[in-house]
C-alpha cells in the first residue's frame, strides 16, 4: 500500500508556493494529529489575498505568479507535515496568521508531472489508485533529481544559455580553451587585458581594480576578423533575492551594534561578500545633511590597476556623475527607517524572551543576535524592502539601449546578446555588464551578471602570431590559508574542462597558499600538464644580490622548493610533474599595466619592456601549441579492491575529523571552531542552492579534495604491472589518466551526498533557532548529512557500506574505460 494516503487541498498560488519550498506554514481552522507525508493538491481557485501575500514574500510579480500556477485540481507536491502551532503568540514565520492553527510543512517536492485529482477540499483520504499514482511520480521525480536531471548547479544552466546565444569554438575549429587563476591583486585580470590587447585608459575591458573585481565568468574568443559579439546571462531573481535578505539582515546588524547610519546604508546597497554591490547599479544614497559634493575625490578614479602599482589616468567623460542617486537615496532612507524601527521592535521582544531562561551553548548576546536574525528576516519589512529594490533593480535594464533582451516568463531579464561591428561602439555597450568604475555607478549592471562572453578580433600590438584562442577569466583566489585548502567546486571542475591553465602569481610574494592549492589539486586530479606559470611584477623583485634577471629568476623559484618538498611528502609523483612544470612552463613579466607595443618602447626602462614581451609572446606561442601526449607500452597496473577501501575509510576520517573540529564536537588545534554565526550561514546558502560554500566552508570540497589525494596515492602503488613495469615517464601518464577518470566521477557523487540529496536537511539545520539551537545544527550537519552519507570508519573494523561500495563502483567503472584491472 501506498505511503501516502492523505491529501491536503489548498487555493492557487498556495499550492505552487508550497512545492517549490516557499511557504513553510499553511493557516488552518483547525489542528491534525497527522505527520508525516501528505499530497498537496492545487484547487479549483486561486486565492487574491494569498496571490498578493505571495508576490511580496518571493518577489514574483502577480502576473508572473499567475503564470506559473495554471494547475486546478492537480496534485502538484508531495510535502512533509512536521509539527502544528496552535499559540496564540508564535513566531512562524511572515506565512503564519495568528488567527488561524499553523500546519508546518518541509521537504516539498514539486512533482514533474501534476496528477489529476477529484474536487475536493481540505484535508481527505485519497483512494489507493490516487495514492499509488501520486507516489510513483513522486518517486520519479525523486529519482530523476538523484540522477542530475532536475539538479544541475544553476551556472551549468546559464553556461547552456551563453552557449545557444553564442558558441565557444573548440578544438575542431582549432581552439584552445585557457583559465586563468590567481589571487586577488596578482594582476590576473591586467595579464588579460595584455592578451587581448585593450588600451588601459580608454577601453578598460576587462576591468581591473585593487579589490575583488572578477566575480562572474568571463569568456573572450579572440577571433581573426568579423563583428565583435557579446552574450551576458544575469543571476536568478531567486538568487538575488537571497542577497537581498542577507544585505537587509547585515543592516539590521549593523543597526543592533549601533553602527553610524553611513554603516547601515552601505550594508543594504552592497553584500558583505563583496560580490554583489547594488551600489553599482542603483548608485549611492546621500546621507542626511551631507554635501555630495565633499564626498567625491578629485584625484581618485575607483578602477585602479589590479597590480597596485598606481592610478590609472582619468577616463573620458562619462554619461553620469558621481553624486547620490536621488531615487535610490530615497529608497535606501526609507529602508534605513524600517529597519531601525523592526531592530528595535523585534529587539524587545527577543529579550523578553530571553530573560530568566539559560542559555548554556552560548553567551546570552549570541543567543539574541541569533533570535533578532531570524525575526527580521521572517519580517514584513525584510520582505516589503527586497521587494522595492527587486523593482528598482528590475528599472535599470530600461536604461538598455542596444542589444536583444531576453526575459523570463516572470519578467525577470535572463541575458542580453548583441553583435557591432564598431570596436569601441561594443566596448562601451560591454562595458556596463562589467565596468566597476564610481562615475557610471546606478548605470551599470555589473552586480547581476554571472557570466560575460564576448568573440572579436582582439590582438596586442607585441603579438608575433595570431593566437586562437578562448580566455576564460573567473574570480580571483582568496589570500588566507583557510579559505584555499581546497578548491571550490566550479573551478574543480573548470580544470577538467579546459585546454591550458595560466596560473598568475606575484613573484614579489610567490607561492602562497592559493596558488599552491591549485597546483596540488591540478596534480592529482591529472590535470598538471596544463599548467602554465606567469610571474607578474618582475620589475619590483630588487635587492642588492640581485644583479641580473637570472639572478631574480632563481629568487622567485627558490620559494617554490619548500612547496615542492611538501608535495612531494603528501602526493609523491606530484612533486615531478609540477617541477617539470616550472622549468618548461614559466614565464616572468613586469610594467603590464602599461600598453606594451614595439613601436613605442618605454624609454626609462626598454629592456624589461622588451624582455616582458619577448616573455609574452613565449606564453602566447605555447599556449595555441597542440600537447603532445607521450607513448605509453601496453603494461597495465593492477590494484586490490582492499586498496581502494582503506584510501577511502582515509579519506571519510580526515573529512569527518577536520568537521568535527569545525563544528565545535572536537578539539582540534589545527583546526579551530568555526563561530556559530558561519555555519548558520553555510546551511542557509546550501539551503538556497545557489552555491555548496560559505567562505572558506566548504564541505563538498573538502571530501572532495580528500578522496582525491587519497586515491592519487593510492594509485601510485599498484600490486603489480599486466607486463614488463614501465619507467617513470610512462607511470607518470598512466597514473594521470586514472587519477582524472576516476576524480571526474567523484566530482559528481560528492556534489550528490553532500549538496543536493540532503538539501532539505540542510533547510532544517537552518530553520533551527531558540534555545540550544547552535549545538543541534552542528548535530544535524554531522549526524544527518555527513555521518549518513559518509560513515565514519571505526577502529580494526573492515570499512564496507554503500559509500565505499560506490566509489569500489566508479573505480571499476573507470578501469573498463581505460583497461587498468581490479582485484
Same mark, same amino acid.
Given at each position: 500500500?501506498s505511503?501516502?494516503?492523505?491529501?491536503?487541498?489548498?487555493?492557487?498560488?498556495?499550492?505552487?508556493a508550497?512545492?517549490?519550498?516557499?511557504?513553510?506554514?499553511?493557516?488552518?481552522?483547525?489542528?491534525?494529529?497527522?505527520?508525516?507525508?501528505?499530497?498537496?493538491?492545487?484547487?479549483?481557485?486561486m486565492?487574491?489575498?494569498?496571490?498578493?501575500l505571495?508576490?511580496?514574500l518571493?518577489?514574483?510579480?502577480?502576473?508572473?505568479?499567475?503564470?506559473?500556477?495554471?494547475?486546478?485540481?492537480?496534485?502538484?507536491? #508531495?510535502?512533509?507535515v512536521?509539527?502544528?502551532?496552535?499559540?496564540?503568540?508564535?513566531?512562524?514565520?511572515?506565512?503564519a496568521?495568528?488567527?488561524?492553527?499553523?500546519?508546518?510543512?518541509a521537504d516539498?517536492?514539486?512533482?514533474?508531472?501534476?496528477?489529476?485529482a477529484?474536487?475536493?477540499l481540505?484535508?481527505?483520504?485519497?483512494p489507493?489508485?490516487?495514492?499509488?499514482? /501520486?507516489?510513483?511520480?513522486?518517486?520519479?521525480?525523486?529519482?530523476?533529481?538523484?540522477?542530475?536531471?532536475?539538479?544541475?548547479?544553476?551556472?551549468?544552466?546559464?553556461?547552456?544559455?551563453?552557449?545557444?546565444?553564442?558558441?565557444?569554438?573548440?578544438?575542431?575549429?582549432?581552439?584552445r580553451?585557457?583559465?586563468l587563476?590567481?589571487t586577488?591583486?596578482? %594582476?590576473?585580470?591586467?595579464?588579460?587585458?595584455?592578451?587581448l590587447?585593450?588600451?588601459?585608459?580608454t +577601453?578598460r575591458?576587462?576591468?581591473?581594480? @585593487?579589490?575583488?573585481?572578477?566575480?562572474?565568468?568571463?569568456?573572450?574568443?579572440l577571433?581573426?576578423?568579423?563583428? =565583435?559579439?557579446?552574450?551576458?546571462?544575469f543571476a536568478?531573481?531567486?538568487?538575488?533575492?537571497?542577497?537581498?535578505?542577507?544585505? /537587509?539582515?547585515?543592516?539590521?546588524?549593523?543597526?543592533?551594534?549601533?553602527?553610524?547610519?553611513?554603516v547601515?546604508?552601505?550594508r543594504?546597497?552592497?553584500h558583505?561578500?563583496?560580490r554583489?554591490?547594488?551600489?553599482?547599479?542603483?548608485g549611492?544614497?546621500?546621507?542626511?545633511?551631507a554635501?555630495?559634493?565633499?564626498?567625491?575625490?578629485?584625484?581618485?578614479?575607483?578602477e585602479?590597476?589590479? *597590480?597596485?602599482?598606481?592610478?590609472?589616468?582619468?577616463?573620458?567623460?562619462?554619461?553620469?556623475?558621481?553624486?547620490a542617486?536621488?531615487?535610490?537615496?530615497?529608497?535606501?532612507?526609507n529602508?534605513?527607517?524600517a529597519?531601525?524601527?523592526t531592530?528595535?521592535?523585534?529587539?524587545?521582544?527577543?529579550q523578553?524572551?530571553?530573560?530568566?531562561? %539559560?542559555?548554556?551553548?552560548?553567551?546570552?548576546e549570541?543567543?539574541?543576535?541569533?533570535?533578532? +536574525?531570524?525575526?527580521?528576516?521572517?519580517?514584513? @519589512?525584510c520582505a516589503l524592502?527586497?521587494?522595492?529594490?527587486?523593482?528598482?533593480?528590475e528599472?535599470?535594464?530600461?536604461?538598455?539601449?542596444?542589444?536583444?533582451?531576453?526575459?523570463?516568463?516572470?519578467?525577470?531579464?535572463?541575458?542580453?546578446?548583441?553583435?557591432?561591428?564598431?570596436?569601441?561602439?561594443?566596448?562601451?555597450?560591454?562595458?556596463?555588464?562589467?565596468?566597476?568604475?564610481?562615475a557610471?555607478?546606478?548605470?551599470?549592471l555589473?552586480?547581476?551578471?554571472?557570466?560575460?562572453?564576448?568573440?572579436?578580433?582582439?590582438?596586442p600590438?607585441?603579438a608575433?602570431? !595570431?593566437?586562437?584562442?578562448v580566455?576564460?577569466?573567473?574570480?580571483?583566489?582568496g589570500?588566507?590559508?583557510g579559505?584555499?585548502?581546497?578548491?571550490?567546486?566550479?573551478?574543480?571542475?573548470?580544470?577538467?574542462e579546459? *585546454?591550458?591553465?595560466?596560473?598568475?602569481?606575484?613573484?614579489?610574494?610567490?607561492?602562497?597558499?592559493?596558488p /599552491?592549492? #591549485?597546483?596540488?589539486?591540478?596534480?592529482?586530479?591529472?590535470?598538471?600538464?596544463?599548467?602554465?606559470f606567469?610571474?607578474t611584477?618582475?620589475?619590483?623583485?630588487?635587492?642588492?644580490?640581485l %644583479?641580473?634577471?637570472?639572478?631574480?629568476?632563481?629568487?622567485?623559484l627558490?620559494?617554490?622548493?619548500?612547496?615542492?618538498?611538501?608535495?612531494?611528502?603528501?602526493?609523491?609523483?606530484a612533486?615531478?610533474?609540477?617541477r617539470?612544470r616550472? *622549468?618548461?612552463?614559466?614565464?616572468?613579466v613586469?610594467?603590464?599595466?602599461?600598453?606594451?607595443?614595439?613601436?613605442?618602447i618605454?624609454?626609462?626602462?626598454?629592456?624589461?619592456s622588451?624582455?616582458?614581451?619577448?616573455?609574452?609572446n613565449?606564453?602566447?606561442e605555447?599556449? @595555441?601549441?597542440?600537447?603532445?601526449?607521450?607513448?605509453?607500452?601496453?603494461?597495465?597496473?593492477?590494484?586490490?579492491s582492499?586498496?581502494?577501501?582503506a584510501a577511502?575509510? !582515509?579519506?571519510?576520517?580526515?573529512?569527518?575529523?577536520?568537521?568535527?573540529?569545525?563544528?565545535?564536537?572536537?578539539?582540534?588545534?589545527e583546526?579551530?571552531?568555526?563561530?556559530?554565526?558561519?555555519?548558520?550561514?553555510l546551511?542557509?546558502?546550501?539551503?538556497?542552492?545557489h552555491? *555548496?560554500?560559505?567562505?572558506?566552508?566548504?564541505?563538498?570540497?573538502?571530501l572532495?579534495?580528500?578522496l +582525491?589525494?587519497a586515491?592519487?596515492?593510492m594509485?601510485?602503488?599498484?600490486?603489480r604491472?599486466?607486463?614488463?613495469?614501465?619507467?617513470?615517464?610512462?607511470?607518470?601518464?598512466?597514473?594521470?589518466?586514472?587519477?582524472?577518470?576516476?576524480?571526474k566521477?567523484?566530482?559528481?557523487?560528492?556534489?550528490?551526498?553532500?549538496?543536493?540529496?540532503?538539501?532539505? #536537511?540542510?533547510?532544517?539545520a537552518?530553520?533551527?533557532h531558540g534555545?540550544?539551537s547552535?549545538?543541534?545544527?552542528?548535530?544535524?550537519?554531522?549526524?544527518?548529512?555527513?555521518?549518513?552519507?559518509?560513515?565514519?570508519?571505526?577502529?580494526?573494523?573492515?570499512?564496507?557500506?554503500?559509500?565505499?561500495?560506490?566509489?569500489?563502483?566508479? =573505480?571499476?567503472?573507470?578501469?573498463?574505460?581505460l583497461?587498468?584491472?581490479?582485484?
Amino acid at each position: 500500500m501506498s505511503e501516502l494516503c492523505w491529501a491536503l487541498t489548498v487555493p492557487q498560488p498556495a499550492a505552487w508556493a508550497i512545492g517549490h519550498g516557499h511557504q513553510t506554514v499553511y493557516n488552518r481552522p483547525y489542528s491534525t494529529e497527522h505527520r508525516g507525508w501528505i499530497a498537496i493538491c492545487a484547487g479549483s481557485t486561486m486565492d487574491g489575498d494569498l496571490r498578493r501575500l505571495t508576490s511580496r514574500l518571493t518577489g514574483r510579480s502577480p502576473e508572473s505568479l499567475d503564470a506559473l500556477c495554471g494547475e486546478r485540481n492537480m496534485i502538484v507536491a #508531495v510535502a512533509r507535515v512536521a509539527d502544528v502551532c496552535d499559540e496564540g503568540s508564535c513566531d512562524c514565520g511572515p506565512w503564519a496568521d495568528k488567527r488561524f492553527i499553523h500546519w508546518k510543512l518541509a521537504d516539498a517536492v514539486p512533482l514533474a508531472d501534476p496528477v489529476p485529482a477529484p474536487h475536493n477540499l481540505g484535508h481527505w483520504r485519497m483512494p489507493p489508485d490516487l495514492a499509488d499514482a /501520486v507516489e510513483r511520480e513522486w518517486r520519479l521525480t525523486e529519482r530523476a533529481i538523484a540522477g542530475g536531471t532536475a539538479a544541475q548547479a544553476p551556472s551549468r544552466d546559464f553556461l547552456a544559455l551563453r552557449d545557444e546565444l553564442l558558441p565557444l569554438p573548440g578544438a575542431a575549429e582549432g581552439y584552445r580553451h585557457v583559465l586563468l587563476l590567481g589571487t586577488t591583486g596578482a %594582476g590576473k585580470t591586467t595579464v588579460v587585458r595584455q592578451l587581448l590587447g585593450t588600451d588601459p585608459e580608454t +577601453e578598460r575591458f576587462p576591468s581591473t581594480s @585593487t579589490a575583488k573585481t572578477t566575480v562572474a565568468d568571463t569568456e573572450i574568443v579572440l577571433t581573426a576578423g568579423g563583428p =565583435f559579439r557579446a552574450a551576458v546571462t544575469f543571476a536568478s531573481r531567486d538568487e538575488i533575492t537571497d542577497h537581498l535578505r542577507d544585505n /537587509v539582515w547585515e543592516a539590521a546588524r549593523a543597526a543592533f551594534e549601533g553602527r553610524p547610519r553611513e554603516v547601515i546604508q552601505n550594508r543594504l546597497l552592497d553584500h558583505v561578500s563583496q560580490r554583489y554591490r547594488f551600489s553599482y547599479l542603483l548608485g549611492r544614497a546621500a546621507l542626511p545633511g551631507a554635501s555630495n559634493a565633499e564626498d567625491i575625490d578629485d584625484e581618485l578614479d575607483d578602477e585602479l590597476d589590479d *597590480d597596485a602599482e598606481a592610478p590609472a589616468p582619468a577616463a573620458p567623460a562619462a554619461p553620469a556623475s558621481r553624486t547620490a542617486d536621488p531615487r535610490t537615496t530615497e529608497l535606501v532612507q526609507n529602508a534605513v527607517r524600517a529597519v531601525q524601527h523592526t531592530v528595535a521592535t523585534e529587539l524587545a521582544a527577543v529579550q523578553r524572551d530571553a530573560a530568566g531562561s %539559560g542559555h548554556e551553548d552560548r553567551p546570552l548576546e549570541e543567543y539574541i543576535e541569533d533570535e533578532l +536574525e531570524t525575526r527580521v528576516r521572517r519580517s514584513d @519589512t525584510c520582505a516589503l524592502i527586497v521587494d522595492a529594490f527587486l523593482n528598482a533593480i528590475e528599472d535599470r535594464f530600461g536604461l538598455l539601449a542596444e542589444g536583444d533582451l531576453h526575459r523570463a516568463p516572470d519578467g525577470w531579464p535572463v541575458s542580453w546578446s548583441w553583435e557591432c561591428a564598431d570596436r569601441a561602439e561594443f566596448l562601451r555597450a560591454v562595458t556596463r555588464f562589467s565596468s566597476n568604475q564610481a562615475a557610471l555607478f546606478g548605470r551599470l549592471l555589473t552586480p547581476l551578471v554571472n557570466g560575460i562572453r564576448t568573440a572579436g578580433p582582439f590582438r596586442p600590438h607585441w603579438a608575433e602570431q !595570431e593566437a586562437r584562442l578562448v580566455l576564460i577569466d573567473g574570480e580571483g583566489l582568496g589570500h588566507t590559508p583557510g579559505s584555499v585548502a581546497e578548491v571550490s567546486t566550479p573551478l574543480r571542475k573548470r580544470l577538467d574542462e579546459v *585546454d591550458a591553465v595560466v596560473l598568475v602569481d606575484n613573484a614579489q610574494q610567490p607561492m602562497q597558499a592559493a596558488p /599552491v592549492a #591549485v597546483m596540488r589539486t591540478a596534480a592529482a586530479t591529472g590535470n598538471g600538464e596544463k599548467l602554465f606559470f606567469l610571474f607578474t611584477h618582475f620589475d619590483l623583485v630588487k635587492g642588492d644580490n640581485l %644583479g641580473s634577471f637570472s639572478d631574480r629568476e632563481r629568487h622567485v623559484l627558490g620559494s617554490a622548493e619548500n612547496v615542492l618538498s611538501e608535495i612531494r611528502e603528501e602526493l609523491g609523483l606530484a612533486e615531478r610533474i609540477l617541477r617539470r612544470r616550472l *622549468d618548461e612552463a614559466r614565464y616572468f613579466v613586469g610594467g603590464i599595466e602599461q600598453v606594451l607595443d614595439p613601436e613605442r618602447i618605454d624609454p626609462r626602462r626598454p629592456k624589461a619592456s622588451r624582455r616582458t614581451m619577448r616573455q609574452l609572446n613565449g606564453l602566447l606561442e605555447a599556449l @595555441t601549441k597542440e600537447a603532445v601526449r607521450g607513448e605509453t607500452g601496453p603494461a597495465r597496473p593492477v590494484y586490490k579492491s582492499g586498496q581502494l577501501t582503506a584510501a577511502v575509510a !582515509e579519506a571519510a576520517r580526515s573529512f569527518h575529523t577536520r568537521w568535527r573540529c569545525i563544528l565545535g564536537l572536537a578539539h582540534c588545534p589545527e583546526t579551530p571552531k568555526k563561530h556559530w554565526s558561519s555555519v548558520k550561514a553555510l546551511t542557509r546558502r546550501l539551503s538556497e542552492g545557489h552555491t *555548496d560554500e560559505y567562505k572558506d566552508l566548504r564541505p563538498a570540497a573538502s571530501l572532495r579534495t580528500a578522496l +582525491e589525494y587519497a586515491v592519487y596515492r593510492m594509485i601510485q602503488s599498484p600490486v603489480r604491472w599486466t607486463g614488463p613495469e614501465p619507467d617513470a615517464d610512462e607511470q607518470e601518464i598512466i597514473v594521470g589518466d586514472i587519477s582524472s577518470a576516476v576524480t571526474k566521477r567523484i566530482t559528481t557523487l560528492v556534489d550528490q551526498l553532500i549538496t543536493h540529496d540532503p538539501r532539505p #536537511v540542510w533547510t532544517r539545520a537552518y530553520m533551527e533557532h531558540g534555545k540550544g539551537s547552535a549545538s543541534r545544527r552542528a548535530s544535524i550537519l554531522s549526524t544527518e548529512i555527513y555521518e549518513e552519507a559518509i560513515p565514519p570508519p571505526l577502529p580494526e573494523e573492515p570499512y564496507q557500506n554503500q559509500f565505499s561500495q560506490t566509489i569500489l563502483a566508479l =573505480f571499476k567503472d573507470a578501469a573498463t574505460e581505460l583497461d587498468f584491472l581490479l582485484d
